[in-house]
């Protein structure tokens, strides 16, 4: 049938695994410093487009994203560094933390994950506000954020709660 996607073939949870971008953002931000971290929480509104490729994703996957105010990307952080157990955070108190206790883009499996608010659709172009990825990071799929599943208010965030929202980026040279 045209325009149906073929079934993939089974994944061997021992890996490895390979992973085909379903398309790249389009972003104004060129490198890593400057750009926002977690845009959302810090009030960032920085316009983007998610240009999805029409010979990955046919424009049928797209149906009923009218409405959905916001949307999950996850993507490829391409241009981090290599990774290490420790890292220091950009924010708050100048101590090293555990690297799964932050969110830093340096990772083993350097997969991101961004909340952003969709604002309109335009073919496979997506526009969408509040975006804290680099120009070119390649996509490998967008979810509908659910409030009632997506949203855990009253939930502590240890060492983070203490930092303050609007606490400045120190810069890392």
């Known amino acids: 049938m045209p325009g149906m996607a073929s079934s993939p ?12 971008p379903i398309g790249r953002v389009h972003s104004p931000y060129r490198r890593r410093f400057g750009t926002p971290q977690q845009a959302a929480a810090t009030g960032s509104d920085a316009e983007a487009v998610l240009r999805l490729d029409p010979a990955v994703v046919p424009p049928a996957a797209l ?3 009218q409405g959905i105010e916001r949307l999950w990307i996850i993507s490829l952080l391409h241009r981090g560094g290599g990774w290490s157990p420790q890292v220091m955070p950009p924010r708050g108190p100048r101590v090293r933390r555990g690297l799964f206790a932050t969110r830093s883009p340096d990772r083993p499996n350097p997969i991101g994950l961004s909340a952003v608010r969709l604002v309109r659709i335009d073919g496979c172009d997506l526009h969408v506000r509040g975006i804290d990825l680099l120009d070119g ?6 979810k509908p954020y659910i409030p009632y599943a997506d949203a855990f208010p009253e939930s502590k965030a240890g060492w983070i709660d203490g930092v303050p929202r609007d606490a400045p980026q120190i810069a890392r040279y």
Do not use: K
């Open 9 to 20: 073939a089974p994944i061997d949870p021992a890996g490895p695994f390979i992973l085909q």
């Open 63 to 65: 149906d009923d994203l």
């Open 137 to 142: 990071t390649p996509i490998l799929d967008i």
